[in-house]
């Protein structure tokens, strides 16, 4: 049997060397449990990877919880998942305050504008990787399209088109399965499942005895976004963005590029960029130790729910095996989360590109337009180098937003002074 001693020294190697979004990520925990070790066979870890991609929720952060479940029980995966998070939930709470602190200055501001032209170069390339993925077929090429004009052009709720795209592959698919007709432990997992409901709300059941509304608001809505949130974090970007911006007017869109831009940075899911929202809400609203309280609320809301998934359902993936349904709804997901993408590019660009940009509403139609006349150019040539050293160079994420930051400092303090 793994030590827990084990199980904590391979996880927090993991999480402190988790950079570069799920892919690497993933990689990273094969090479560590299947190649270095014999933790995980390669059957089970492409099962467990299957498994944890039909979940709401980080792929790589459920695996990471699988992975400490299948050596140590519940004990284990709460390791493996918590020390996959922890690293870049520090470093994130770190770099939340001092955004906050100093993020109305003149050299911030000029610095995060190199971060954001090169968050654009992210999305898209993120764009580019999801769709080589995932439009295989003209099926999955129509769903695409119309999550993105349900989107862009009609602001129809994300949790709605999630569940279209869901039905819509589950009814239209009809491949039959050869399941496994194992008895399951259904008894079990519905005891996690209530037990793990109940701590999952409890946080905001304290906030709410206390009167604190913000607290409950933040945690109501980022334990909707957490079950809603398939298809990886640049998915839910775009409902959370227009969420928060638009809806409860906790950041600007400018601060919500901030935050994809330092989540980036970290080690970690880039799912943390919701601990960073949390923190700069909650900053606004009571200074630095409000902040810290709503970012763990955020974190909690947030993640709780993936150990919930996976104690409750990791019993049950070799059922899950050769049930076609649930792989064609995954798969329309999959192909909506191209749209959601696509959304969430244009909505970016726009506001990186263009100084002033308008809200549209005309009848059904809500979407936005850009005043061309306050196009900006240093962003489209900072956008252009993170694009080069990004999509034809191929360098190191970390890397580039840091010279496309640097330039953007430098090219401000030249022309107007910091």
């Not at 799920?22 to 933790?39: C, G, N, S």
């Not at 993020?103 to 764009?127: C, D, R, S, Y």
């Amino acid at each position: 049997m793994i030590s827990i001693q084990d199980i904590t020294r391979v996880f927090g190697r993991i999480g402190l060397l988790s950079f570069g979004g799920p892919a690497a990520q993933i990689a990273l925990m094969h090479r560590e449990l299947v190649e270095t070790r014999d933790w995980l066979t390669e059957a089970q870890f492409l099962r467990a990877l299957s498994f944890c991609m039909l979940l709401p929720g980080p792929e790589a952060m459920q695996l990471a919880t699988y992975a400490g479940w299948k050596q140590r029980g519940i004990i284990g995966g709460l390791i493996g998942g918590g020390l996959f998070v922890l690293p870049g939930a520090l470093v994130i709470m770190v770099l939340a305050l001092v955004y906050g602190t100093y993020g109305n200055l003149p050299w911030m501001q000029a610095l995060f504008l190199g971060i954001k032209a090169t968050v654009v170069i992210i999305v898209i390339e993120a764009l580019i990787k999801v769709s080589k993925r995932a439009l295989k077929g003209r099926k999955y090429y129509i769903i695409a399209a119309c999550a993105f004009v349900a989107l862009f052009f009609f602001s129809v709720p994300f949790p709605l088109l999630i569940a279209a795209a869901a039905l819509f592959g589950a009814f239209s698919t009809h491949t039959p399965g050869t399941a496994s007709t194992a008895r399951l432990p259904w008894a079990q997992s519905g005891r996690i499942v209530g037990i793990g409901l109940l701590i999952w709300a409890a946080p905001i059941a304290v906030a709410a005895a206390f009167h604190q509304d913000l607290l409950v608001e933040i945690g109501l809505f980022f334990s909707k976004l957490a079950v809603v949130t398939f298809g990886g974090a640049y998915a839910v970007l775009a409902y959370m963005t227009q969420s928060v911006v638009n809806t409860y007017g906790w950041l600007t869109t400018a601060q919500m590029m901030d935050a994809l831009g330092l989540a980036e940075t970290t080690p970690g899911p880039l799912i943390l960029v919701t601990q960073f929202v949390g923190m700069m809400t909650g900053f606004a609203q009571g200074g630095t130790w409000f902040a810290i309280l709503a970012g763990l609320l955020t974190l909690w809301v947030t993640f709780v729910p993936c150990f919930i998934w996976i104690f409750a359902g990791a019993p049950l993936i070799e059922w899950l095996e050769g049930r076609p349904k649930l792989t064609g709804a995954l798969a329309a997901i999959t192909a909506s989360v191209v749209g959601v993408i696509a959304n969430l590019t244009l909505w970016f660009a726009l506001h990186v590109f263009f100084a002033q940009v308008t809200p549209l509403t005309y009848g059904p139609l809500r979407t936005i337009l850009p005043d061309l006349a306050s196009f900006q150019l240093l962003p489209l040539a900072l956008a252009a180098v993170a694009a080069f050293l990004l999509i034809k160079r191929h360098w190191g994420l970390v890397w580039v937003l840091m010279i496309c930051g640097g330039l953007s400092l430098l090219l401000a303090s030249v022309t107007q002074p910091l």
